[in-house]
């Protein structure tokens, strides 16, 4: 038997109000501009543990998701959740709904266009993913990404974003984190200097 | 008849019968059709793969082709095409049943989904693995040789015959890029293999 934890059976007080602005973020990460990937539930604690403004849930499980995401908000920090990892959950309005309304998410993290339009009306923040695996496939990728208008692009992986950096601006005016791969400090204080807003990554010895 | 393989470090990726064209005039005998519709492309593939030339089709980008039995008959068949990529297990598993060589495509991003990509490799073997893309291999060469001896494509992002070296140093046995000013490059490097 399993309990199904979402905010219709378990409300917190706080939850009313979940803060979806992006400005809060921008501002966060402005002061440590780092983002927690989470993959495991032991991985948390550490998270908690540390000054990163943001937890980004990777492989979540959608309906044992609230107590990890209002654990997360309970200390001041931001919830992100990677809606197209989930499993159990549709990839559609419905299931970014579920994660606004009833577990409270921050905001979701997603590849897909469509359910960045479903996060805006749901008002909670959209992190889109710019999937970098084929030059070939960059000039559409960015137009996509111009047409779907997220609050933050993720550009994957790491190690790809010097390259890119320069004909991601000269398209997009977004404000870009640098995930995947990034695991050594030289590689986080490339990105931010190449005028990264943040990075995220899942080794927690970057997590300040 | 059994269909070319790849020779050589460098497989020119293309997307027009131009680049298939430019290819072909540099001297290489083995081209993959990364993007592009390729049914607009079809005589000149056809053609080429009657002269022995090895041709190899992403299945997950390039289009005008279901992600089907019909379409890989198609390919195995009528155009003679040497293998496929694609990142489904089952497709590769059908398409060796029409005696196309498998090429897994694993896309290296984050170490969440390489890892996925790498549970989810083929049995048998496939012909290579595909890791897109390819300027991450030098990060993840490790991993991947923890988990498969399999020969390793690099494909995406190379453009330039510096990254191209870099790929290869770090273990990847052949690399992919759509430039022609790569191409060039290693179009003097003798043929191995």
Avoid: C
Wanted: proline share 6%; net charge positive; charged share 15%.
């Amino acid at each position: 038997m399993v309990a199904i934890a979402t905010r219709t059976i378990v409300p917190p007080a706080r939850l009313r109000s979940v803060d979806g602005s992006v400005g809060r973020l921008l501002e966060a990460f402005g002061r440590v501009p780092v983002a927690a990937v989470i993959r495991r539930g032991e991985e948390l604690p550490r998270a908690l543990a540390s000054h990163v403004p943001a937890v980004f849930f990777l492989r979540a499980p959608a309906f044992h998701l609230g107590p990890l995401v209002w654990a997360v908000q309970a200390r001041g920090k931001m919830a992100f959740v990677h809606i197209d990892l989930i499993a159990g959950l549709g990839k559609d309005r419905a299931g970014v709904a579920f994660l606004a309304r009833e577990i409270g998410v921050n905001g979701i993290i997603t590849s897909h266009s469509g359910l960045v339009a479903a996060a805006r009306a749901e008002r909670v923040i959209s992190v889109q993913r710019l999937l970098l695996y084929d030059d070939l496939g960059l000039p559409s990728a960015l137009s996509a990404l111009d047409h779907a208008r997220p609050d933050i692009v993720e550009v994957l992986p790491g190690v790809i974003f010097p390259l890119v950096v320069d004909q991601i601006r000269a398209r997009l005016s977004l404000p870009m984190i640098v995930g995947g791969f990034v695991r050594e400090p030289a590689q986080r204080e490339g990105a931010l200097h190449r005028g990264a807003l943040a990075i995220s990554t899942s080794t927690a010895e970057l997590w300040p | 008849m059994r269909t070319p393989g790849v020779l050589g470090v460098m497989l020119p990726a293309v997307r027009d019968g131009a680049a298939l064209n430019q290819a072909l005039d540099l001297g290489y005998r083995q081209v993959l059709i990364e993007r592009g519709s390729l049914l607009a492309m079809v005589g000149p593939l056809a053609a080429a793969a009657r002269q022995g030339i090895a041709i190899f089709v992403n299945l997950d980008a390039v289009e005008g082709l279901a992600p089907d039995s019909a379409a890989l008959a198609f390919l195995a068949t009528d155009l003679g095409f040497s293998g496929v990529l694609s990142v489904k297990p089952q497709l590769l598993r059908d398409a060796s049943r029409f005696r196309l060589r498998t090429v897994q495509r694993i896309h290296a991003l984050d170490s969440t989904g390489l890892q996925t990509g790498l549970n989810s490799i083929v049995s048998p073997s496939p012909y290579a693995i595909a890791i897109a893309p390819a300027v991450a291999i030098p990060q993840v060469m490790p991993t991947i040789r923890a988990t498969t001896s399999t020969p390793i494509w690099g494909t995406g992002f190379i453009t330039s015959a510096d990254q191209a070296n870099e790929v290869l140093a770090a273990g990847a046995d052949v690399v992919s890029s759509g430039r022609i000013e790569v191409w060039r490059e290693f179009s003097r490097v003798p043929v191995r293999g």
